[in-house]
């Protein structure tokens, strides 16, 4: 099983900061299936960026992806408070999620 | 617009078995996989299973083999999840969701179910 690890677990920011968060894998993962979902509280997953770095539709350009192999990340530019979510990683082998990152606007 | 319509809340006992449903509408329901995803309270996302509603064909996350059963009537357009032998671990918001196939990421979520296990 290809285990994702997201890190940090909780993290804070404060509106307009720049904000990075990690995910990584046991195995490699193609970069064409490792996906990033946004969580708010009480709310269904929303698909958020696919395959690495393609924005779902609605998802605002301050937000970006990159990564490859065991190694992905998401990046805000600029954070706003509705930005303030749980963040997860998923891949297709055994379609398993990462844990989570919790982002917390101060 | 594509939708995935969730059925409400349960409360059951343990021991008991339930099903859950989804109702797909806006697409060709033969034509994707639906997922199932299990979150329990304040914990992450974990992977059930699917069904590719074409053929009938399931796939399941080795965990919930024997716990989760995946089915689906074309002709309403609806997926179905039964849990069985309930316990309190199986207490969690319970997620259907479509794959859009190419990338195997879940472009539509359900709503989510809530299931209560208690007596």
């Known amino acids: 099983e290809n285990v994702l690890t997201q890190s940090p677990a909780i993290m804070s920011a404060s509106p307009g900061e720049k904000v990075t968060m990690t995910c990584r894998a046991s195995s490699s993962v193609s970069s064409s299936y490792l996906h990033w979902y946004q969580q708010k509280s009480g709310a269904s997953p929303k698909l958020w960026i696919y395959?690495?770095?393609n924005l779902a539709s609605g998802v605002p350009a301050r937000f970006s992806g990159s990564g490859s192999g065991t190694s992905y990340s998401l990046t805000i530019s600029s954070v706003e408070a509705e930005d303030a979510a749980t963040y997860y990683c998923q891949q297709y082998s055994g379609y398993t999620f990462g844990g989570g990152t919790k982002l917390e606007i101060k | 617009q594509v939708q995935l319509q969730q059925s409400g809340p349960e409360l059951v006992k343990p021991g008991a078995s339930v099903k859950i449903s989804c109702k797909a509408s806006?697409?060709?329901?033969?034509?994707?996989?639906i997922h199932w995803v299990k979150q329990r309270p304040g914990q992450g996302l974990e992977w059930i299973g699917w069904i590719f509603p074409g053929s009938g064909n399931t796939k399941y996350n080795e965990k919930f083999k024997g716990k989760a059963t995946l089915t689906a009537d074309t002709s309403s357009s609806t997926a179905y999840m039964q849990l069985s032998s309930l316990t309190s671990e199986d207490s969690a918001v319970y997620f259907c969701?479509?794959?859009?196939?190419?990338?195997?990421?879940?472009?539509?979520w359900g709503q989510g179910t809530t299931l209560t296990v208690s007596s």
């Open positions: 395959s690495t770095s």
């Open positions: 969701a479509r794959d859009t196939t190419v990338v195997a990421s879940f472009d539509y």
């Open positions: 806006g697409y060709s329901f033969t034509s994707y996989y």
